[in-house]
């Protein structure tokens, strides 16, 4: 993968965005990748992806609850694992200047609760709890993993290959095998996540579009747009005549409301963008120095 280091001049031209107010910021996977956490749908692994769940099979399909949790289980610890990286630290810092409207991301991993966003809308959910389907009631994804483990031993403790979607690939014969955690109702449990096939929750999708719709501009990080759930926030951007900029990648279904694209690593494109903002203010305002001294 490409993880160049922004030139300056992409690095000021990021900047200027700031000069026409707050910015809302849309994150994807690709801001986490530096947090050791695949993207399924990045150049590196498309080709290797395979058919995400579906919500109606989870629900009606008990063999499809079975297949997720156990894969589940044996990928979970890497996602819990990981840690914020410079591009969502820097976020905190640019949100904490009063410069961003709110952040909105796609991503499930709750890296940027963990870095200390605190205006964010996590669209499609996040990993670290489980939902009863019969219910309602929620399971910290902890204490959930605890009792997954405790179930399964011998799953646990055997060899398995980690899929580019940072789930385990597991035989029929092992799915089979997997003994389930339910709530303590009695109901199935869901991870409190966005399945294809499943609506964002229209207060969540509300709350996100009224952070766009206060920005001066949109900035995009680390997503393909390949969803419309995050492909909207660009349309409703473009449509009010707001300028759109994409960091990210590959190329993205955004690319031509786009007013700037730059490719190059996230996390160093938003540090460096975050101290010429905040580090040397004077320097944001005369893009031929970089503030030096
Ligand atoms: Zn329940």
Redesign the pocket.
């Known amino acids: 993968m490409n993880l160049r280091a922004p030139l300056a001049v992409e690095v000021d031209a990021l900047a200027r965005l700031f000069g026409r107010g707050p910015v809302a910021v849309l994150t994807g996977a690709g801001i986490s990748t530096e947090s050791g956490i695949p993207d399924y749908r990045g150049p590196e692994t498309r080709r290797r992806a395979r058919n995400p769940i579906q919500y109606r099979e989870f629900v009606k399909s008990p063999l499809a609850r079975r297949r997720y949790w156990a894969r589940s289980m044996l990928g979970f610890p890497r996602i819990r694992r990981a840690r914020p990286n410079l591009g969502h630290d820097a976020l905190v810092r640019l949100e904490q200047a009063g410069l961003l409207t709110g952040l909105v991301t796609q991503n499930v991993d709750g890296l940027h609760t963990e870095a200390g966003s605190g205006d964010l809308v996590e669209l499609h959910g996040a990993l670290r709890e489980a939902v009863?389907?019969?219910?309602?009631?929620t399971t910290p994804r902890d204490a959930l993993q605890v009792a997954l483990e405790a179930q399964n031993p011998d799953l646990v403790a055997s060899t398995f290959e980690l899929a580019p979607d940072g789930d385990a690939d597991l035989s029929d014969e092992r799915i089979a095998q997997f003994q389930p955690v339910?709530?303590?109702?009695?109901?199935p449990?869901k991870p409190n996540v966005v399945f294809f096939g499943e609506n964002v929750p229209r207060p969540r999708v509300e709350h996100a579009m009224a952070m766009v719709e206060r920005g001066a501009s949109l900035l995009v990080v680390g997503s393909s747009l390949a969803v419309y759930s995050g492909l909207r926030f660009v349309h409703a951007a473009h449509k009010r005549g707001v300028p759109v900029a994409i960091l990210t990648i590959g190329e993205t279904r955004g690319d031509a409301h786009a007013m700037l694209r730059v490719e190059a690593a996230a996390g160093e494109t938003l540090t460096r963008l975050a101290s010429l903002l905040l580090g040397d203010a004077a320097a944001s305002t005369h893009s031929d120095t970089t503030g030096q001294g």
Do not use: K, N
């Not at 009863?132 to 009631?137: E, F, I, N, Q, T």
């Not at 339910?182 to 109901?187: A, E, L, P, Q």
């Open positions: 009863c389907l019969a219910c309602g009631a339910d709530c303590t109702c009695g109901g449990l």
